[in-house]
């Protein structure tokens, strides 16, 4: 079936950088909208940044100037190149789909709950970034 698979998390530096990556398999990953969400330590589940099939954009105020969303369709690519990382960045990031395009991306709680529910068509596994002071 359909699947997300993330990569590129790991640990950094504040004012550091890492880029992470989102590869899609088995539905029609140019026809959807996708994202990325984070959980860090006791927050809930937010939206960070998002891009539509149309690449119209949408990310948080806290990560505006910061980091970049963008997709390669051609590899089924969703990625996140985020800057000037701070330690509040910390959290496990995971990359989302709605391909029905009838998905709500208003999660609450947890991601490890939303994912399970029926916000969206599909989620990866999570990876985690990790910024030190």
């Known amino acids: 079936g359909a699947h997300l698979v993330e990569s590129g998390g790991g640990s950094a530096q504040a004012g550091g950088s890492l880029r992470l990556s989102c590869t899609a398999s088995?539905?029609?990953?140019?026809?959807?909208?996708v994202g990325w969400y984070r959980q860090g330590p006791g927050n809930e589940c937010e939206l960070v940044s998002m891009i539509n099939r149309d690449y119209t954009t949408y990310s948080t105020d806290s990560v505006k100037g910061r980091f970049a969303v963008s997709r390669d369709n051609a590899k089924a690519t969703l990625y996140l190149q985020m800057n000037s990382l701070k330690p509040e960045d910390t959290a496990v990031y995971y990359c989302?789909?709605?391909?029905?395009?009838?998905?709500?991306?208003?999660?609450?709680?947890?991601?490890?709950?939303?994912?399970?529910?029926?916000?969206?068509?599909?989620w990866g596994q999570g990876t985690l970034v990790t910024v030190s002071s």
């Open positions: 989302a789909a709605d391909y029905g395009l009838g998905g709500n991306w208003g999660v609450k709680g947890a991601c490890s709950d939303a994912r399970l529910g029926k916000y969206l068509d599909e």
């Open positions: 088995e539905f029609t990953f140019a026809d959807s909208d």
